[in-house]
């Protein structure tokens, strides 16, 4: 009995693969229409001196916080969030 345990075993995982998988797709009205509407900003990993260089000086400069330090640059249209000096979001602003 326990020697035909293992190739049980080994037989229930080869076919568990074989098992059909099912999945749902998900649509959201207007997703097409916001993302085309956004505004160009930092990318993820940019450096605050390349922000400045590319988007000018920002409005409001907020102090870093916390560790890791995570400070906050504000523009007009988006802010900037940066763990030490690099990019690790920016988000638009409503």
Known sequence: ???RLPA???????AVPALPAAAETLLLDGVEQAS?????RPS???TMDKVAATWGQ???KNSAVGDPPISRWEYSNFVVY?????VIHAVQKN
């Open 1 to 3: 009995m326990f020697r």
């Open 8 to 14: 049980l075993l080994i037989s229930a995982l080869v």
């Open 36 to 40: 085309s509407s956004t505004t160009q």
């Open 44 to 46: 993820r990993g940019m």
């Open 58 to 60: 920002p409005a409001t």
């Open 82 to 86: 940066f763990e030490y000096s690099r």
